[in-house]
């Protein structure tokens, strides 16, 4: 809410129209906000809007009045990984097992490094194969 505040802080729900949100998000991307940034700041305010409908405070959601077309433009993100070889030379340099098992878990996992560190025992099932990232958020 605070990103919004700024911007329509000063209004009511009812003075908030679709050429008004319209404008706020070409300036979101026009910043180079991220598209997932934009789409977070559009999911609070229709679920604002859509509060406000329900409780008879506006007459519907003006984000329903525009057209929300926007495209990440594509990224190669393939120097975003290491090749396997070049992985199995870094796992081969670890002494310690920890540091191997981790590197494991993270690559046929897809986990995150926060998740691997919060992985306890219990989250772990040897004999289903199964690791439980409970902790995530």
Known sequence: ???????FGHLKL???????????????????????TIKKRRDI???IFNSAVKKQIIPDNPLNRID??????????????VPFNEFITIYNSFEADHYKDF???AL???MRTGEILALTLDDIDVYGNLIIASKCN
């Not at 009812?14 to 997932?36: C, H, P, Q, T, W």
């Not at 926007?70 to 393939?78: A, N, V």
Request: glycine share 4%.
């Open 1 to 7: 809410l605070n990103q919004l505040y700024p911007y």
């Open 14 to 36: 009812v003075d908030i129209d679709a050429i008004m949100l319209d404008r706020y998000f070409m300036r979101l991307k026009e910043n180079g906000l991220s598209m997932s």
């Open 45 to 47: 305010l229709s679920l």
């Open 68 to 81: 929300f077309v926007f495209e990440e433009p594509y990224r190669d993100r393939s120097d975003m990984f």
């Open 103 to 105: 590197m494991l878990i």
């Open 108 to 110: 046929f996992s897809g």
